[in-house]
């Protein structure tokens, strides 16, 4: 019983400190890996309370479907978070000016 | 400085809302009550299921009949999300530039590792799948669950061979086909029992493979409708070509 207080004590910060790396981290890819990291804990936190049908879901989708999605959009885009931030700013600049 | 206090300062507002409500309740254990209280609706669903339906899976004979409507609408938006998606994103071959209609996914080739195990993992992924949806009114899982899983062994196929490819029009026919034939069920219910979606009476018995009625037959058109969908979104995000910066 212990071991799985100390099991379910350990998925839990893996869980927060995978989704506070998501929001801090700027370059993009490693954050939408932290992401899926968030989901595949969840998914395990779902199975454990008794929601395999919900566990089932966010597997395939959280973990496979939406990080492939992400990683589509940052191959078609840019990687890093602050280029694209001062990108966007510069193009909006320049439309004020012309 | 001030827009992060004040963000801050929601945050917390927004956490001890959630504490006040969500904190006292103890955690993992029934809040509904007794469920053998015939007055509460968890008691209702729970009895009619297992009788009435004869269905196994409870949370199968909600979705898929009690509130099979709302089921019908989720269909319906997801169908709409992946429309609006292939709308914007989908070009015809025809209009790529280059001679090779190879889709451009990935620069490299997968090793032979990958490719003999997404070959394995491949119809091992489909049949899980099947399985799943197929079973949703016994076990654990529906038609949602199995789409995506399914759509999850079509990512792993996408990803791995570059020149795999599904047929555009016979994923589009049966993703429409089963939408239809789901909207078909529920006007057959209308002119016979006198009710969109009404089950028939013909029930079965309870842990049959063929029981609950129209909840299986309903759940293997959802099953195929969301995996077709989501493996169009997948095939459709898969051949966009990077811009050239």
């Given at each position: 019983m212990t071991t799985f207080i100390l099991f379910l004590v350990v998925m839990g910060i893996i869980l927060i400190a995978a989704a506070l790396y998501a929001v801090i981290q700027k370059d993009l890819l490693y954050a939408v890996l932290a992401t899926g990291v968030v989901s595949l804990v969840l998914s395990v936190f779902f199975y454990l309370l008794q929601a395999p049908d919900v566990a089932i879901t966010e597997a395939a989708i959280g973990i496979a479907l939406t990080t492939i999605i992400f990683i589509i959009t940052i191959r078609n885009t840019t990687r890093d978070e602050d280029i694209y931030s001062e990108d966007l700013i510069n193009r909006f600049k320049n439309k004020k000016d012309a | 400085m001030l827009k992060k206090i004040f963000v801050w300062f929601l945050l917390a507002v927004l956490g001890i809302a959630l504490y006040a409500s969500f904190g006292r309740a103890p955690f993992g254990?029934?809040?509904?009550?007794?469920?053998?209280?015939?007055?509460t609706v968890s008691a209702f669903y729970l009895k009619n299921s297992a009788?009435?339906?004869?269905?196994?899976?409870s949370v199968t004979a909600i979705v898929v009949n009690f509130r099979g409507f709302d089921t019908l609408g989720e269909v319906t938006v997801l169908f709409l999300a992946a429309t609006g998606l292939a709308s914007i994103l989908y070009r015809k071959e025809?209009?790529?530039?280059?001679?090779?209609?190879?889709?451009?996914?990935?620069n490299l080739p997968a090793s032979s590792i990958v490719r003999t195990g997404a070959k394995i993992l491949f119809p091992l992924i489909l049949l899980l799948g099947i399985y799943i949806f197929v079973h949703g009114h016994l076990t654990p899982g529906g038609g949602f669950q199995g789409g995506s899983v399914i759509a999850t062994g079509f990512l792993l196929m996408f990803i791995t061979y570059r020149r795999f490819g599904t047929n555009h029009k016979v994923m589009v026919w049966l993703e429409s086909l089963s939408g239809l034939a789901f909207v078909l069920t529920g006007l057959y219910g209308l002119i016979?029992?006198?009710?969109?979606l009404q089950n028939t009476p013909?029930?079965?018995?309870?842990?049959?493979?063929?029981?609950?009625?129209l909840i299986p037959l309903i759940y293997i058109f959802i099953g195929i409708k969301v995996s077709t969908e989501l493996t169009n979104v997948l095939d459709t995000l898969m051949n966009i070509k990077p811009k050239k910066r």
């Open positions: - | 254990e029934n809040r509904v009550g007794p469920t053998d209280n015939p007055a009788e009435k339906l004869q269905t196994a899976n025809d209009e790529d530039e280059e001679g090779e209609h190879l889709p451009v996914r990935i016979k029992y006198g009710s969109f013909d029930v079965g018995h309870l842990n049959d493979l063929v029981s609950g009625g």
